[in-house]
């Protein structure tokens, strides 16, 4: 089935390795800025088109803004995020902080599981509608697991749900699904029979999945990593025929996800720490800051004129 699965992803590789920036990485960044704003226009054409609420556009607008600022602290980079979970931009770092808080948790776990919830397509106007009956029956069956936990009918209660949402370009459906890294076969069985049971006509048994998760930090990275993307971005700066439609089935998927928790960890919590790192890339201060220019893909400097990534080049060429 063709669906925007397989149209292609975006690279994210490598953020687990950022400690700092080089002048080449500098105007990577800068070129996928350019990208995210061209991302975040088609968007907001979308959105306008719908007659979308003012907050909703508000927030397309707010990732069009991301990183219109940025400088030099250090040897690393630092800009002005706007956070949103379907920004280019942000999308890494969401992904470096969600990795970093739920890895250190899911190492300890005996044997971790990726379990698939998932049910019929359905088209545009049941979208809202279908996450929300998921939300409410899934609640119903973490209640439920939880009271057997402590009555001691199940070995474990825990886990962090992860909610995903694909589109198919032929069956012009969409799939709102759940994704959720638990530990054991119990558990991840009562989850499935539940589901199932509480959605009779609407779920297919043959469709849910479980997972084993070799215990090997790169599988831990890679199932963290795979789950993350909360949809699937082609490279449509070359999608031709059939862009607007993928820009209008991703809008109405963000939209729908919207004030939504698409992270919801049950049966642990999580270090403080890590909790705090979610903040650490706002604005501290008011100087040194460069302004981007998608003429050149770059940012430069009100003071003297020069581009950003001549900034990070001349540091490095000192040392
Ligand atoms: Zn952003």
Redesign the pocket.
Known sequence: MKSLDTLGQLDINSILSHTGSTSNQVRKKGIKKSI?MSFALELIDVAKLKEREEKFKKLIW??FH??SAAKKVGNSFKGT????RF????IPNRMAVNINSYLPIIRLWQEPRIVTLTLRNIDAPHLIGRFDAMKDEFGKILRSANYRYIKGKLPNYCGVRITECSYSLESKLFNPHYHIITDGDELSNFLVEQWCSRFETECLETSQDIREIKKTEDNYIKVLKYTNKIFHIPNFTELDEGKSEYFDALEEILYALTGRRVWQKFGFDLPQSNEKKRDSNWLDDEEGWNIFNEYINDWISPVDGTKLSDQFFNDTKIK
Do not use: I, P, V
């Not at 995020?81 to 949103?84: A, E, I, P, R």
């Open positions: 995210a707010n990732s991301c990183l995020y706007c956070k949103n920004c280019l931009n942000c």
